[in-house]
């Protein structure tokens, strides 16, 4: 079974400036995507960023960028020139390629990142 | 505009009732899932649906039930066999099961008094 680690429960981070949120995950599989999804005080999760483990480059959007480590099971999100709308809980997600119930999204456990004005 | 619905946003109920969460979509994804989250957790997945009429169960299936008798409609009902309900609920949906990205609802807190 695959497992989605996020070790650090939270974070804080000055506006403008840049944090990098961790998360490791562990599968026997070399087809799958991993996620960063945003979940504001609202609560609805709103994605972030998408990296296909088959592609080398790393996603990019905008000011949040990922450094994905496959040999590593490493997937961090960099957020550059924080903002204050930045602040939320961020989930870190894993799909394998396949159909059915393989698909299913595996979450870590969250990342509570506040911004300081 | 197109999206993920859910209501109510807040339900609250009695011990021993059943209580049904509406998720509609106009996405026309045909894939559709339901999650729950807990304080501190991350979510985890209830049951979803690939197609109208099928769907099978996730990691937590005990004590829910769905239906999917259209595309654009994937309902959740508690059951009053779920031990412990309260908690928040999210429906997410996406083209397919197997390379699409899934979108998600805005949720619902449910709460037993």
């Known amino acids: 079974a695959q497992t989605v680690t996020q070790s650090q429960p939270e974070m804080s981070v000055q506006e403008a400036e840049t944090v990098t949120l961790s998360c490791t995950y562990d599968?026997?599989?070399?087809?799958?995507?991993l996620f960063w999804y945003k979940q504001p005080p609202s609560r609805q999760m709103i994605l972030v960023i998408r990296q296909e483990a088959y592609k080398q480059q790393n996603a990019t959007e905008n000011r949040f960028s990922v450094n994905f480590q496959k040999a590593a099971k490493s997937f961090s999100l960099k957020i550059s020139d924080s903002q204050l709308g930045d602040a939320a809980m961020y989930f870190c997600?894993?799909?394998?390629?396949?159909?059915?119930?393989?698909?299913?999204?595996?979450f870590g456990k969250g990342i509570t990142l506040s911004v300081r004005p | 505009d197109g999206g993920i619905t859910q209501s109510p946003k807040y339900l609250f109920r009695k011990e021993g009732q059943n209580v049904t969460l509406s998720c509609e979509q106009n996405l026309n994804h045909d894939a559709m899932y339901w999650y729950r989250q807990d304080p501190g957790q991350g979510l985890r997945l209830i049951y979803y649906?690939?197609?109208?009429?099928?769907?099978q169960k996730g990691d937590i299936a005990e004590g829910y039930s769905v239906s999917r008798e259209k595309k654009e409609s994937f309902p959740l009902t508690v059951t009053s066999a779920q031990k412990n309900p309260t908690a928040f609920y999210l429906c997410?949906?996406?083209?397919?099961?197997?390379?699409?990205?899934?979108?998600f609802g805005p949720g619902t807190r449910l709460t037993v008094l």
């Open positions: 599968t026997s599989e070399s087809d799958y995507y």
């Open positions: 997410a949906s996406s083209m397919d099961t197997g390379t699409d990205t899934q979108y």
């Open positions: 997600a894993y799909r394998n390629r396949y159909t059915g119930a393989n698909s299913k999204l595996t």
């Open positions: 649906s690939q197609i109208v009429n099928d769907f």
